[in-house]
């Protein structure tokens, strides 16, 4: 069974007759990276990217008649032109972007007017990842509830209360990535605000992956510098050039930071998993 959004994420209700029966997930595809000299008859491995990955979601057809068939499969067509994300019943919190591209006729049943079923080709589309419905932000303000549905098991979430914070005001903590995808926040959701900071030379390190992020100019306590994806903003303004231009990522598991200075640090992202 499966649930389908539009791009706001509003579920998308069936036409009365039309049945969601399972859905089938592929495994991500790779494009290997390879390098070959000159003259040479050496293909060098130089490692693999994740490519594409693609959902079929199968559906039956409960018409009254022929007519009525018709009706009923016009109004699917419709329906399925509005689908975004589609989550797995059984793994309500999370979700995979797609797009129905490929042409499709239901399969009606020999000798029968009143049904058909319908298998559906979708394409996983921007990363081949799912990721979580929710953000940080919702654990950080609301804790970590698996009876509000936000969440589930099989996700990488732990019970360990500090895991659970993403707002910290100390110049040493730790951010819990619970995916089992690295996060890059010039491909997925990653935002980061601070505040609180006094003087010049702020410099933000996550020691786990070697990322250093420094603020060069003067800042003002009552300042808000964010890094939202690849932009980055001061007071609403552009703040890259008053930076040295480094991002910060973050592994799967914990992450480490140490910060030369105090300062409060906001990080807000989703969780990716393959």
Same mark, same amino acid.
């Given at each position: 069974m499966f649930i389908l959004y539009d791009n706001e994420m509003n579920k998308l209700e069936f036409p009365d007759g039309v049945k969601p029966l399972d859905i089938f997930i592929s495994s991500i595809s790779k494009e290997r990276v390879t390098h070959r000299d000159d003259n040479s008859s050496l293909l060098v491995d130089k490692g693999s990217i994740y490519a594409t990955r693609t959902i079929e979601l199968d559906m039956w057809l409960t018409s009254h008649d022929t007519q009525d068939y018709r009706l009923l499969r016009d109004e699917l067509y419709a329906m399925l032109d509005d689908v975004c994300y589609v989550v797995e019943q059984y793994q309500p919190g999370k979700r995979y972007t +797609? !797009?129905?591209?490929?042409?499709? +006729?239901? #399969? !009606? $049943? @020999?000798? &029968?007017? !009143?049904? /058909?079923? /319908?298998?559906?080709?979708?394409?996983?589309?921007? $990363? @081949?990842? /799912?990721?979580? +419905? #929710?953000?940080?932000?919702?654990?950080?303000?609301n804790g970590l509830r698996y009876s509000d549905e936000k969440w589930q098991y099989g996700m990488g979430l732990l019970y360990d209360e500090e895991s659970h914070k993403y707002t910290h005001d100390s110049t040493s903590f730790r951010i819990y990535n619970a995916g089992n995808v690295p996060i890059h926040p010039f491909q997925q959701d990653l935002l980061i605000e601070l505040t609180g900071i006094t003087g010049s030379g702020f410099e933000m390190k996550n020691i786990t992956t070697g990322d250093v992020f420094k603020i060069n100019d003067e800042m003002k306590p009552s300042d808000v510098f964010v890094i939202d994806r690849a932009g980055m903003l001061l007071?609403?303004?552009?703040? $890259? !050039? *008053?930076t040295? *231009? &480094?991002?910060?990522? $973050? /592994? &799967?598991?914990? &992450?480490?930071?140490r910060l030369n200075k105090p300062a409060k640090t906001r990080f807000e992202f989703r969780y990716y998993y393959k």
């Open positions: +797609i !797009r129905i591209g490929d042409e499709f +006729i239901p #399969e !009606r $049943l @020999p000798n &029968n007017q !009143r049904n /058909a079923q /319908a298998k559906v080709s979708c394409s996983v589309v921007g $990363l @081949p990842f /799912a990721e979580s +419905i #929710e953000t940080t932000d919702y654990i950080d303000k007071n609403q303004t552009q703040g $890259l !050039r *008053k040295n *231009k &480094n991002y910060i990522t $973050l /592994a &799967n598991g914990w &992450n480490e930071f």
